[in-house]
C-alpha cells in the first residue's frame, strides 16, 4: 500500500509535469492507482492490521519526464512483486494487469522537456506584479499540500465508516480536494514551483473526536475562502480571468462548508442517541 501510494503520488506529479497528450494518461492512471490504493486499505482494515500514510520521500525533480517514468516503472515493479503476499487473489490479478498495462503505456510515451522546477514563477500569458506573483506562490505552496492532506483525512475517515450516509459526503469532498489539488499543482508546473506534498501526520486522519475536527475543518473552510478572496483581489488587476478562477474555487467552499454542517449535525444526533 506504501508503494502504492509513492506510484500514485509520483504518476500524479508527472502528469502535472506534462505539456503534451500524454498528461490525460498519466492523470488517468494516477486515479487507477489511487483507487488500487484504497483497496489495498480495505484489505489491512478486513485483515484487522494496523498502518498509516506514511511513505518515503518522492524525489521528482528531474529535466526529461522520460527520468521520472523510469522511476515510476521501478516503483510499479515493486508493488507488483508484493502483491504475492496479498491474500486477495481476485484484487492481486486486477492490480497486476492494470500495472502491466501502464508499464508498457509509459514505457513507450513520447519523451519531454520538464520545466516545473524552472522557479522562474512566470504565470504563462500573464504579466503579474511582484506583489501577486508572491500571493500566488505561497497560496500554490500552501493549498497544494492542503489539499493533499484532506484527500488523505478524508480517505481514511470513510475508509473506517460503514455509515452510508457519511460515506457519501466524504467522496464528495475527497473528489472536490482531487479537483482543487490538481488545478493547484497544474498551476504550480506552469510557474516552475512544482512541489511534493509533505507527508500528512498520523495524527491529522487517525482522528479520535470526529465532532471536534469536524467543527475546526469548518473554520478552516472559512478561513481557505478568506485566502481565495485576497488571492483574487491580489491577481484582479493584472488578470480578470484567474481572479474569476479564484473567486470560482471560493465559492465551491460553500458546499464544502454546508457538507461538514450536514455531518456535525448528523455526528452530534448520532452521539447524542
Not at 79 to 99: E, T
Not at 250 to 273: R, V, W
Request: overall charge negative.
Amino acid at each position: 500500500m506504501i508503494k502504492l501510494h509513492e506510484a500514485w503520488l509520483e504518476m500524479l506529479m508527472a502528469g502535472f509535469m506534462s505539456k503534451t497528450q500524454s498528461k490525460q494518461v498519466l492523470f488517468d492512471f494516477s486515479d487507477i492507482l489511487f483507487r488500487h490504493f484504497t483497496w489495498l486499505e480495505n484489505e489491512l482494515i478486513e485483515l484487522d492490521e494496523s498502518y498509516n500514510y506514511d511513505r518515503d520521500t518522492i524525489a521528482i525533480k528531474v529535466e526529461r519526464l522520460s527520468d521520472l517514468l523510469h522511476n515510476i516503472i521501478k516503483r510499479l515493479d515493486e508493488v507488483d512483486l508484493q502483491l504475492l503476499s496479498s491474500p486477495d487473489k481476485k484484487l492481486n490479478a486486477r492490480i497486476a494487469s492494470d500495472i502491466h498495462y501502464m508499464r508498457e503505456v509509459i514505457s513507450n510515451m513520447n519523451d519531454e522537456m520538464i520545466t516545473a522546477f524552472s522557479m522562474e514563477r512566470v504565470f504563462p500569458g500573464i504579466a503579474l506584479t511582484q506583489e501577486a506573483t508572491d500571493a500566488l506562490t505561497l497560496f500554490l505552496f500552501e493549498e497544494t499540500y492542503k489539499e493533499y492532506e484532506l484527500i488523505m483525512i478524508y480517505n481514511y475517515l470513510k475508509a473506517h465508516s460503514n455509515d452510508a450516509y457519511l460515506n457519501r459526503i466524504f467522496q464528495i469532498l475527497i473528489d472536490e480536494s482531487f479537483f482543487h489539488l490538481k488545478s493547484f499543482g497544474e498551476m504550480s508546473a506552469k510557474m516552475g514551483i512544482l512541489a511534493v506534498p509533505r507527508v500528512v501526520m498520523k495524527e491529522l486522519y487517525q482522528i479520535e473526536d470526529v465532532v471536534q475536527f469536524l467543527k475546526d475543518g469548518i473554520f478552516e473552510e472559512y478561513a481557505a475562502k478568506e485566502e481565495c478572496k485576497k488571492l483574487s483581489d491580489a491577481v484582479s488587476k493584472d488578470s480578470p480571468e484567474l481572479a474569476k478562477f479564484f473567486d470560482f474555487i471560493n465559492h465551491q467552499e460553500n458546499y464544502h462548508i454546508s457538507l461538514m454542517e450536514d455531518a456535525l449535525e448528523y455526528f452530534t444526533g448520532k452521539n447524542n442517541e
